[in-house]
């Protein structure tokens, strides 16, 4: 009887191994579960794969890197997420609606060697929080994508937004790129800059006063420091980061480039002769 429990635990460790032997799936055994068809119908769309060249392209684009959270809207069979994972060392998700589908995606998950860092959820994008994502990947209808663009506008700015083939309407993207026909699409959520702003030296009085008007990343006003005002040139907006040029009231350029946070913009102002003071904006 002595030797029973030594054999129990023999047993119990066969049949874990076995266990875990079933677990460590093929990619063919993925699916010989289910195989989807390219134009199935899906909720909304209908299922074609991207390219993995241009899935590259899109991470690529993206700046992806292991200090990311990748979030796949429509993820299909994972592919998009298991490279972000696999390939650029982010932590990935992917939203798939179909269960199937879903459940397929998880499998090449494991059958890639990627959960550690990957994994995909059955879910509808319109209702999933995908709030945290610091990159956002898709490729959907544009209406869809219209539908999604004031959730994706509302998420933190410098959020990267990477599209296949679809844009966002008359948010023009930051950058594009073709691939055997196709196109990719790179938005970078900007920070909310419309307003007035005024500016003074740190710790110093009023310096300068900002009216921005803004469409999306696109952004233009004018200044004013001592009398005059004039118009703002060379504005730019990519996600927090500012920059823009004014000439004072003596017509020399002075150059302000800052960081928004929320109300704030604080950032140097470079002047003539190469001079450089730190400032800080509020809106006012």
Known sequence: ?????????LAAAALLALGSAADARTR???ERDYKPQVGQAGKDVIWVPTPDELVARMLTM???????????LGAGDGKIAIAAGKNFGATALGIEYNPDMAKLAQCLVQAEGAAGKVKIIQGDIFKEDFSKATVVTMYLLPELNLRLRPTILAMKPGTRVASH????GDWEADEKAEIEYRTAYLWIVPAKVEGD????EDGGKTNFSVGLKQQYQRISGDARLGAARNPLVGATLRGEEIRFAFNDDKGQTR???GTVRGNEINGTLRGPGN???KV???RR
Do not use: H
């Open 197 to 200: 702003w005024t500016f003074s």
């Open 280 to 282: 800080s904006g509020k």
């Open 255 to 257: 150059t302000l480039t």
């Open 28 to 30: 063919a055994e993925c």
């Open 165 to 168: 083939q679809f844009n966002m």
């Open 275 to 277: 001079t450089e003071v």
């Open 1 to 9: 009887m002595r030797f029973a429990q030594p054999l129990i635990a």
């Open 62 to 72: 993206a700046k992806v890197t292991p200090k990311d959270y990748v979030v796949d």
